[in-house]
């Protein structure tokens, strides 16, 4: 029977689990960008792929792919570059797209951009070494930890899948802004893909392993 933490502990998780949330990160910015330029829409499908791809990552910690990439350098900067490469893809790709009239524009699949986000999230090493630090902080120590990681994991992806959500709302009600002042599939595709191919570079640059 799975033992969450008393109440105190338990209070203490979900308030640091929604300021960790409500952050500006790699996944915020890349829900952001998909909303501003392909709409509200795009951007909640979005939430819902980052948000299985971070669960992913939090089973991943729980069954221990997070020690794997804490004593190996060489699986965590394949992962992560992958991860990175497929951002910029994203970026490029979306920068490629012709310029049609306003009438003509098509929102991509749901399915598509579902995909697009769990891929991006899934392939983020330090999500993984993230759940692997935070949710034992918050763990009886007397009952299996196996189901209490996953349990503290699914409710972390779950507190921040609203707070996305929120981002994704605010970010869609500017795309209209965006298609007054030249076009949303002109003005919001540039922005999303820069946004994309930059965060792609960043994810690359940073937290290099030692």
Not at 62 to 77: D, H, M, N, P, R
Not at 100 to 122: E, K, Q
Not at 134 to 144: D, E, K, R, W, Y
Not at 181 to 210: E, M
């Amino acid at each position: 029977m799975l033992t969450l933490p008393d109440w105190p502990l338990l209070s203490a998780f979900l308030i640091a689990s929604l300021i960790l949330a409500v952050t500006p990160g790699p996944g915020v910015f890349y829900i952001v960008a998909r909303s501003l330029a392909q709409g509200r829409g795009a951007g909640l499908a979005s939430v819902a792929g980052v948000a299985a791809g971070n669960f992913g990552n939090a089973l991943a910690a729980a069954v221990g792919l997070a020690a794997l990439f804490a004593v190996s350098s060489l699986a965590f900067t394949v992962v992560k570059y992958a991860g990175a490469a497929y951002l910029v893809y994203l970026g490029v790709q979306m920068l490629r797209q012709p310029v049609v009239a306003s009438t003509d524009v098509t929102p991509p699949p749901a399915r598509h951009v579902f995909r697009d986000g769990f891929v991006v999230a899934l392939l983020n090493p330090k999500t993984t070494l993230f759940f692997a630090a935070f949710l034992p902080q918050f763990m009886n120590p007397t009952a299996a930890p196996l189901p209490q990681s996953v349990a503290l994991g699914a409710l972390f992806v779950l507190i921040a899948a609203v707070t996305d959500s929120l981002y994704a709302l605010a970010a869609g009600a500017l795309a209209p802004v965006l298609e007054r002042l030249r076009g949303r599939q002109t003005l919001g595709r540039r922005l999303g893909g820069s946004l994309f191919i930059g965060l792609g570079l960043f994810t690359a640059l940073t937290g290099q392993r030692k």
